[in-house]
């Protein structure tokens, strides 16, 4: 597949993105085996999948934290280089991986502003209280007008979310992967 151009883009629709993300972050907690040892650092991830490429109003550059977009540029174009790129990340960066609505990964990680993001909104936002800070502000970008979803992953925990209009889904470690053993 070609990288897209701004002639000839292919756009996900926002479940499928979100889906491709999702397994891919799944993939990754549970092919982790050291939950419960103490001391021990899972991965982490967060996704913030967007409507646009421009990112400068709600998200600031996070150091020299890049997506490894030699190993993978576009979401769905290899998806085991997908979930290689995104294991790189999650053990050795930080911050949000931003995707664009049409699969592509921008190489700047960036971290997410959350002072004036809800000011700007009159949508709710839930929150749980086994959230941190990665996880609260998912739940608060979730709302701005140019994200699409957000997708995270706990270091403490392997619990995935997924954040969307201020409201989540979330799956313990033990969840992940359900619909496939039972045949869903």
């Not at 409507?51 to 996070?62: E, F, T």
Request: aromatic content about 10%; some cysteine.
């Amino acid at each position: 597949m070609a990288e897209p151009n701004s002639m000839d883009v292919q756009y996900s629709t926002v479940p499928r993105l979100t889906e491709l993300v999702t397994y891919a972050v799944e993939s990754i907690s549970l092919d982790f085996e050291h939950w419960e040892e103490e001391f021990v650092r899972g991965p982490s991830l967060y996704f913030v999948l967007v409507a646009g490429v421009r990112w400068g109003g709600y998200a600031d550059p996070l150091g020299k934290y890049r997506w490894p977009v030699e190993t993978c540029r576009i979401v769905e174009e290899d998806l085991d280089a997908f979930v290689e790129a995104a294991r790189t990340v999650a053990f050795e960066c930080d911050g949000a991986v931003v995707v664009s609505a049409d699969r592509t990964i921008q190489e700047r990680m960036v971290r997410i502003k959350s002072q004036g993001v809800l000011d700007r909104t009159d949508r709710d936002v839930e929150y749980a209280d086994w959230m941190g800070t990665k996880h609260t502000s998912a739940a608060e970008i979730s709302v701005h007008e140019n994200v699409l979803a957000a997708v995270t992953l706990s270091e403490e925990t392997g619990r995935l979310s997924i954040f969307a209009d201020g409201g989540f889904d979330t799956y313990r470690r033990d969840e992940l992967g359900r619909r496939w053993r039972e045949g869903a």
